[in-house]
Nanobody
Framework: QVQLVESGGGLVQPGGSLRLSCTAS????????MAWYRQAPGKEREWVAT???????FYADSVKGRFTISRDNAKNTVYLQMDSLEPDDTAVYYC?????????WGQGTQVTVSS
């Protein structure tokens, strides 16, 4: 099973930026579809962005134009660059790896956007 390790969360002010990283184990990372999800207190987990094994990207409407998902297959890492952060972006962010019918989740990293 793939293992995911997330990093990069923290406290930022509105309008600030943050870059999240998710590093995966294994030798077939290039074949995974990777995604970021987030969950705010009292709310259901929501999908944020996806980058496919072919590097096609998709974004939730709430983050389009502000967030950028990317991957570096040589480093087995997927990134989420978050710019123009808003208080509503406050959540625990989770990395997800999808290969065929399997899904693996990271432990999550807290992002807090507050004045």
């Amino acid at each position: 099973q793939v293992q995911l390790v997330e990093s990069g969360g923290g406290l930022v002010q509105p309008g600030g930026s943050l870059r999240l990283s998710c590093t995966a184990s294994g030798s077939i990372f290039r074949l995974y579809n990777m995604a970021w999800y987030r969950q705010a207190p009292g709310k259901e987990r929501e999908w944020v962005a996806t980058i496919t094994s072919g590097s096609t990207t998709f974004y939730a409407d709430s983050v389009k134009g502000r967030f950028t998902i990317s991957r570096d297959n040589a480093k087995n890492t997927v990134y989420l660059q978050m710019d123009s952060l808003e208080p509503d972006d406050t959540a625990v962010y989770y990395c997800n790896a999808n290969y065929q019918i399997s899904h693996t989740w990271g432990q999550g990293t807290q992002v807090t956007v507050s004045s």
